[in-house]
């Protein structure tokens, strides 16, 4: 009701507010209004009985007790006595709430986290699954092919192949995801790729084929693993390939291939490293072709271009050393390391298959030093991943390298080997332990042959200290070589640093690495690229390495001037006098040792009967002046 | 009735450090204070401690004053505000009468109208002797302003209390609401329609039991 009327003024006139000629006007409104005039004095009425309301007296000594309350606030400081609380719900302070809704709102987020983690895993993986489960599905119904592009030449000639050139046949526009290709259409395809009359078009197709799976990541791997028996099935020319299965080479167990690339893959388990890389080179040389299976062959074309291109001095820095895609793809799931192989040129597949070994080497290190059963087993996931399919690398064994010293203070060279172990955070093995372990390591090197070894290596040591013996007379027996020996373990790279420490003062080398098999024969022995001087070699004469005790002093003219020592000599010394004595000779460290990543280093201090107060002293005046010396003794 | 000194006076008393100045400026203000409390609680005892809460957060907060309205305004607003926060309380914990006659506070209080009211109906009844004739229907409609104003909603209860209570005019209402006076005016003239519509419904209902009250539409 009130609606119809100005507010304002109906307002302004209640309240008296209203200028005379307003309020005029709004009682003749009243007058011609009588509704308005009823609510007009009923607000009226209401307004003047709120006015009328009496004032109620407050309560005695409301003042008073709230004077009171401040009061005995202020004395004690209990809140308990604060007067009545505004609030009596306990809220915590607001930086306490705040902090309470940011560990909220962090929980929150790290649930939301991990659920969402989770979804996407279950989701990627239920995907898998499910493209597992329509691949084999559309195999077994209809070989669907992947939506692939490829060059118009192809289609032109399947269409030559069919003998269907129609204008009415509208030509597709291939292109990525568009115009998938029949069975029958692929199958042709193939089959005039695979006989030789459009091998390009068909290396280009299932070079995008991998390029496409490549980049549709796992389902399209998927899906062109299942692919690949299909393709491999429908290769019926074998005939044409020079292929008789009849004649093929038998396998053992009486075996038969039916096809080249099951040859090849029977056979690669069995045939021993060097045959396989062999063939490898030869096939490359080769160019190709039946030897291998079809991706490979097909791909291998495509290398053969870029060789030829690269021996016509194109872009062979570019594509002389590394693989393309397709070419990874297709290697990664072919048959194995061979298909691979195939297609890098020399150079780089032999720095490939060294890295493999050296991984393989590395894992099995690995696996030794961790205490696993196999160490074959360990070896698994690195050729995995290296792709590699030959059988697993053969176990290595940490290496056990022997240094030999000769030493005219067999403990103070022990204890620089020592010191050089504690500075370099080289595990140093004890004594008493390690020549139980290395009869051990010898048994499951040298098999009946390691007891052997260690009675004619310890018959050298008793020979030479017998040696030393004689020649000094009436002298003690110098402390058993073995007993003086330090075994220490450290990486591959340290051993050079090792040897170098221990000929740091010295102008000859002193310390050096004995060959791989750690055993010198006794009649001496020497590398095939080393001089052997045949007047050492001599009956009755002996030389024997002295180390100087000076070794700061500058040498004489050590091919006039250094004597030599004759006697019985072990050979060791004769390994060390057949060096070169004034160049240093470059330390060839063994080929497996390149192999292990940890080896256990025998360093053994040969003692000599030149030391200082040792035996020979008197008669090497001429030596200890010197700063080195390589003496000649009477037998 | 005495003049009351100016806002300045008091306030230069308390910041002087005269004890006796606090205690002054509350016992003269106090009556406003408790009668705002009481028309917006329509309790004695509830109005009673609202108003010494009000006291006390004007004792402890004068230093902060800092003179942009008027005094009895800034002392008004603690008590409206302490009578608001107490009739939320009061809306949340419900309440019953122990003469039977009372309703669930809360929002049944905007139907039933607020039982708190029948407090201050005894408190009328029994102080003041009823007059014969006028003063009778005086009285009847004392009881029915205090209880049709006890259901209004705590915005027209508020702005009709300010107005014609306490006597305020339109700024001060607004400083003590902090609402533009436009709104103030809008309100105000809402509120007394909504109390015209109390009313008319306490009338057209039968006298004989007039603990039950009408709704009211808001608006």
New interface residues.
């Given amino acids: 009701m009130?609606d119809r009327y100005n507010?304002?003024l109906?307002?302004g006139y209640?309240e008296d507010e209203l200028s005379p000629e307003k309020r005029a006007r709004f009682e003749a409104q009243l007058g011609s209004d009588p509704e308005l005039r009823r609510?007009v004095e009923?607000?009226a009425v209401?307004?003047a009985?709120?006015?009328?309301?009496?004032?109620?007296?407050?309560?005695p000594a409301?003042?008073?007790?709230?004077?009171q309350?401040?009061e005995r606030q202020m004395l004690l400081g209990d809140p308990a006595d604060e007067?009545?609380p505004?609030?009596t719900t306990p809220r915590p302070p607001r930086r306490h709430r705040v902090l309470k809704a940011m560990a909220y709102t962090g929980l929150a987020a790290s649930l939301m986290l991990s659920g969402g983690l989770i979804l996407v895993s279950l989701t990627d993986i239920s995907a898998l699954e499910t493209a597992r489960q329509l691949a084999g599905i559309g195999q077994e119904a209809e070989p669907e092919r992947p939506p692939v592009a490829f060059d118009d030449s192809v289609e032109r000639g399947r269409r030559e192949t069919d003998g269907v050139d129609s204008p009415e046949s509208p030509r597709s526009t291939p292109t990525l995801g568009d115009a998938p290709l029949d069975a029958a259409a692929e199958r042709d395809v193939t089959d005039e790729a695979l006989r030789g009359g459009d091998d390009d078009e068909a290396g280009d197709r299932l070079a995008l084929d991998a390029a496409d799976d490549a980049v549709g990541g796992r389902r399209g791997r998927e899906r062109a693993d299942n692919e690949m028996p299909s393709i491999e099935s429908q290769l019926p020319a074998l005939a044409d390939l020079g292929w008789d299965e009849a004649t093929s080479p038998a396998l053992p167990g009486g075996r038969s291939a039916s096809s080249p690339w099951e040859m090849r893959r029977l056979t690669r388990a069995e045939r021993p490293e060097t045959e396989l890389e062999e063939e490898a080179e030869a096939d490359m040389g080769a160019g190709g072709g039946g030897a291998f299976g079809h991706e490979s062959a097909l791909v291998l074309r495509e290398a053969d271009d870029r060789r030829a291109n690269a021996e016509a001095g194109k872009d062979a820095d570019t594509d002389a050393a590394r693989l393309d895609m397709p070419e990874l793809t297709l290697s990664q799931r072919g048959s194995g390391f061979g298909d691979h192989a195939a297609d890098m040129d020399a150079a780089t597949r032999r720095e490939v298959a060294s890295a493999m070994e050296v991984a393989s080497a590395m894992a099995a290190e690995a696996a030794a030093h961790e205490g696993l059963a196999e160490a074959g087993a360990a070896n698994e996931p690195a050729a995995s991943v290296a792709g590699d399919a030959r059988p697993a690398a053969r176990s290595v064994a940490p290496q056990r390298v022997q240094v030999q010293v000769v030493s005219t203070d067999a403990e103070r060279t022990r204890a620089e080997v020592v010191n050089w172990a504690v500075s370099n955070r080289v595990a140093v093995l004890p004594a008493e332990a390690t020549p139980a372990s290395l009869r051990e390591m010898e048994g499951v090197k040298g098999g009946a042959a390691a007891g052997e070894l260690m009675a004619r290596r310890q018959a050298d040591a008793e020979a030479e200290q017998s040696g030393a013996q004689q020649a000094a007379g009436e002298r003690q027996a110098e402390p058993a070589a073995m007993g003086q020996n330090v075994y220490v373990r450290l990486e591959q790279q340290q051993l050079p640093e090792l040897v170098a420490y221990l000929n740091r003062d010295v102008r000859q080398q002193r310390a050096k690495l004995l060959p791989a098999d750690g055993y010198v024969p006794a009649d001496g022995y020497g590398e095939a690229d080393e001089p052997v001087d045949q007047r050492l070699r001599q009956q009755g004469q002996v030389a024997r390495l002295v180390e100087p005790a000076e070794p700061e002093a500058e040498p004489a003219e050590r091919s006039e001037s250094t004597p030599l020592q004759s006697g019985p000599l072990s050979p060791m010394a004769w390994e060390q006098l057949l060096r070169p004595q004034l160049t240093p000779a470059p330390m060839r460290v063994p080929m497996r040792l390149a192999e292990a990543a940890l080896m256990e280093v025998e360093v053994w201090i040969v003692p000599s009967a030149g030391g200082p107060g040792g035996p020979g002293a008197a008669e090497e005046g001429a030596a200890e002046e010197g700063a080195e010396a390589l003496e000649t003794v009477e037998p | 009735m005495p003049q009351q000194p100016s806002d300045q006076h008091w306030l230069d008393r308390i910041r002087d450090g005269d004890t006796s100045a606090?205690?002054e400026l509350?016992?003269a203000y106090?009556?406003r204070?408790?009668?705002v409390c009481?028309?917006m609680l329509s309790n004695?005892d509830d109005a009673?401690?609202a108003?010494?809460?009000a006291?006390?957060k004007i004792?402890?907060h004068i230093d902060s004053f800092r003179g942009r309205s008027q005094l009895s305004t800034w002392m008004i607003r603690i008590a409206m505000n302490?009578a608001t926060?107490r009739l939320r309380q009061r809306q949340r914990r419900p309440t019953f009468s122990l003469d039977g006659r009372g309703h669930a506070n809360g929002r049944a209080h905007r139907v039933g109208g607020d039982d708190q009211a029948s407090g201050l109906r005894e408190?009328l009844s029994d102080s003041r002797e009823p007059e014969p004739g006028a003063g009778v229907e005086k009285e009847e409609?004392?009881r029915q302003?205090?209880t049709a104003?006890g259901t209004l909603e705590e915005e027209f209860r508020a702005v009709?209390v300010l107005r014609?209570?306490d006597?305020m005019d339109y700024q001060q209402i607004a400083d003590v609401l902090e609402t533009p006076v436009g709104t103030v005016?809008?309100r105000?003239?809402r509120a007394?329609?909504a109390?015209?519509q109390q009313?008319?419904a306490m009338e057209d209902r039968p006298r004989s039991n007039p603990a039950s009250r009408p709704e009211v539409h808001d608006g």
């Fill in positions: 009130a507010h304002e109906l307002l209640l609510l009923q607000l209401d307004r009985g709120l006015r009328a309301l009496p004032h109620e007296p407050p309560p409301l003042v008073e007790e709230a004077i309350q401040i007067p009545i505004i609030d | 606090m205690g509350l016992s106090q009556g204070l408790f009668n009481l028309r004695r009673a401690e108003t010494q809460e006291m006390l004792i402890q302490q926060t408190v409609l004392r302003l205090q104003l009709l014609d209570i006597g005016k809008s105000l003239f007394r329609l109390m015209r009313l008319q």
